[in-house]
């Protein structure tokens, strides 16, 4: 019997993608770059480097795979990646800004968008400005 492949991708300084699992067999995280975190959170960001993300992250048993981004990263890229890895389905933070670019991936290549809910504990954003570090 095939897997079901979950793809979701992001920061992760923190992780709100558990339930995501649930939604197939397989789960890949596509993990952005240090330079990318920084562009779209500040100069503060992010609080750990890509490799500490990703050794956190595949410390988590529910996650199956682990991609680093590289640091320049086109929107062909990630489509390329995208056709690549075959995901059944990709999940996605409700709000997420780029929604309607993995909502024409999906689409593209035969596979479910599902949002996922956020859950209602601090961000990582919000903890940042907790122990000043933003």
């Given at each position: 019997?095939?897997?079901?492949?979950v793809l979701?991708?992001?920061?992760?300084?923190?992780?709100?993608?558990?339930?995501?699992?649930?939604?197939?067999?397989?789960?890949?995280?596509?993990?952005?770059?240090?330079?990318?975190?920084?562009?779209?959170?500040?100069?503060?960001r992010?609080?750990?480097?890509?490799?500490?993300?990703?050794?956190?992250?595949?410390?988590l048993?529910?996650?199956?795979?682990?991609?680093?981004?590289?640091?320049?990263t086109?929107?062909?890229?990630y489509?390329?990646?995208?056709?690549?890895?075959?995901?059944?389905?990709?999940?996605v933070?409700v709000?997420?800004?780029?929604?309607?670019?993995?909502?024409?991936q999906?689409?593209?290549?035969?596979?479910?968008?599902?949002?996922?809910?956020?859950?209602?504990?601090?961000?990582?954003?919000?903890?940042?400005?907790?122990?000043?570090?933003?």
């Amino acid at each position: 019997m095939e897997k079901r492949v979950v793809l979701v991708g992001g920061c992760f300084d923190l992780l709100h993608y558990k339930q995501a699992k649930q939604k197939g067999d397989k789960l890949i995280v596509l993990l952005e770059s240090d330079e990318k975190v920084k562009k779209l959170k500040g100069d503060s960001r992010p609080i750990h480097s890509q490799s500490q993300r990703k050794q956190m992250l595949e410390a988590l048993s529910f996650i199956d795979e682990v991609i680093m981004l590289p640091r320049v990263t086109t929107d062909q890229d990630y489509v390329n990646l995208v056709e690549r890895i075959k995901p059944d389905v990709i999940a996605v933070t409700v709000g997420d800004p780029m929604v309607d670019k993995k909502r024409q991936q999906a689409a593209r290549f035969g596979a479910t968008l599902v949002e996922i809910p956020k859950i209602h504990t601090p961000s990582t954003s919000q903890l940042a400005k907790l122990l000043g570090l933003e």
